[in-house]
């Protein structure tokens, strides 16, 4: 081939230009320069397409909703006045696509709209907070890459496995990071993946603590016709709270499952996490004080945990082996033991003492053993009160 | 100022045409070399290249033969062939 064929194919398979070896060094540095110059046109012309197309497919639509046209109505309003707008709505409410017509709206519509995922927390926004007080933040992980992205499908994207371990790497060398994790049948197994995966990872010295909790339905009880239910329920159908301390305590009113799975997961999920070095509870969690959870006593009736609430026990009629004082002191005493979390103020955390999942109660081990950290079992105290509990709904004295 | 992100590759087999290229770029960018195809083509692969200056006439691979290549497998980076 000539140099004019040789040209000619080069254009051909898109080059953007050809010179001889007798080149000029300013018309090579100029033409080098031109070439960068379209690239970044180039470049720019596929992100802007990308952004009206992404525009167009969220366009707001408000509807024949009166409310909706009156919040449109406030954000046309708004929308020149130089000032910051909060927008607080319910998940999946449309408050992305009203900031974009804010945005469209407020005559800067032509600068870039960018959306901050605050499924993770920037840089930039940590260091803004820190002198405010933030001194650190929890992540939650539910299980490896797979279990997580499975358990959390939504959020277009932005709470994937992969971007919240980003979000880590680049916030951890400036404050606290905890890891938690929400775990059931399908994914506890995959826990300890992501414990060998943390643990490689430049920021796992930086983890002030890493531990899990279960997934419990609140779904009500079903109750059959003339047994009762081993599971104690509210006077609605729906179990109490059962006070399960290794685990169900924290997890939101949660009805013990005669919970052979959640504590016998809790600690394989502990003992897993404690082999690699990541600190992390050494007995039960805190749970937040409800003034809702409710304890069985052996007439059937229910009653507060009194030291959660803050005041004395109101009867001396309890279960099993432990006199209420001993329950108040159990109840005051218990203690993540992470003592960074302990809350300040709040007496005592999950303080139901009836044994309902009877698992290993740290409180048993703390009354009996001595140590909230050793393992008990109680199970024969609470079978032993179920039967009382029969023979009570029966009538028989 | 210096154009401190861009990068530029320059594939040629022939020595001084690479250190002249190199020498006239190099103020202004990340100036790489390679002297073969087949060299480019692999620090393409593993560098973030903006622009290529490429030696039609080369052993191997020659240039037209790597273009297609970047052409079908980096298109957004310039080339201009020499």
Redesign the interface.
């Known amino acids: 081939m000539n140099e004019v064929e040789?040209?000619v194919?080069?254009i051909k398979?898109?080059?953007?230009?050809?010179?001889?070896?007798e080149?000029d060094?300013d018309g090579?540095?100029s033409?080098?320069r031109n070439?960068?110059q379209?690239?970044d046109l180039?470049?720019r012309v596929v992100s802007l397409s990308a952004q009206v197309a992404d525009q167009n497919d969220r366009e707001f639509v408000p509807g024949p909703s009166q409310v909706m046209r009156e919040v449109v109505t406030m954000v046309k309003k708004v929308a020149n006045l130089p000032a910051t707008v909060l927008i607080l709505g319910e998940s999946g409410t449309g408050k992305e696509l009203l900031a974009r017509l804010l945005h469209r709206e407020s005559g800067r519509g032509d600068a870039p709209f960018i959306a901050v995922n605050l499924a993770a927390i920037p840089r930039e926004v940590v260091e803004r907070l820190k002198p405010l007080g933030l001194e650190g933040f929890k992540v939650t992980l539910d299980g490896d890459r797979e279990s997580h992205d499975r358990m959390r499908p939504l959020r277009g994207g932005q709470g994937t496995f992969d971007k919240i371990i980003d979000n880590i790497r680049q916030v951890a060398p400036l404050c606290n990071i905890a890891i938690g994790g929400n775990f059931d049948e399908q994914s506890v197994d995959s826990y300890p993946a992501l414990l060998d995966f943390l643990k490689e990872q430049s920021f796992a010295d930086s983890l002030v603590k890493v531990a899990f909790k279960p997934i419990i339905s609140t779904e009500p009880v079903a109750q059959s016709n003339g047994l009762i239910p081993l599971t104690a329920l509210d006077s609605s159908g729906k179990a109490l709270g059962g006070g399960c301390m290794t685990a169900a305590g924290a997890g939101g009113g949660s009805p013990c499952d005669t919970c052979n799975f959640i504590d016998e997961k809790m600690s394989f999920l502990r003992e897993e996490t404690k082999k690699r070095d990541f600190p992390t509870l050494t007995a039960c969690t805190w749970a937040p004080a409800r003034s809702t959870r409710s304890t069985p006593t052996p007439s059937a009736q229910t009653d507060r945990c009194s030291p959660a609430l803050g005041s004395r026990p109101n009867s001396a009629s309890r279960w099993a082996t432990s006199t209420t004082t001993d329950r108040t002191k159990a109840c005051g005493r218990r203690r993540r033991s992470d003592s960074k979390n302990s809350v300040p103020g709040i007496p005592a955390g999950d303080c139901s003492f009836i044994p309902v999942c009877a698992g290993g109660c740290s409180v048993a081990a703390h009354n009996e053993l001595g140590n909230m950290n050793e393992k008990s079992c109680h199970k024969t105290s609470f079978e032993s009160s179920m039967v009382s509990l029969a023979h009570s709904a029966a009538g028989v004295s | 100022m210096k154009?401190q992100t861009?990068t530029?590759l320059v594939v040629d087999d022939d020595e001084g045409?690479r250190d002249t290229?190199s020498a006239?770029?190099k103020r202004?960018?990340d100036v790489r070399v390679a002297a073969t195809g087949e060299k480019g083509l692999s620090v393409l692969k593993k560098a973030d290249i903006?622009?290529m200056?490429?030696d039609?006439r080369m052993p191997g691979m020659n240039?037209?033969d790597v273009?297609?290549v970047?052409?079908d497998h980096y298109?957004?980076v310039?080339?201009?062939?020499?």
């Not at chain 1, 398979?13 to 070896?21: E, L």
């Open positions: 040789v040209a194919q080069a398979h898109g080059a953007y230009h050809y010179i001889t070896k080149f060094y090579l540095r033409l080098v070439a960068l379209r690239q180039s470049r | 154009s861009k530029i045409m290229l006239i770029l202004d960018y903006n622009l200056l490429l039609v240039g037209l273009l297609k970047v052409h298109s957004e310039e080339v201009i062939m020499v």
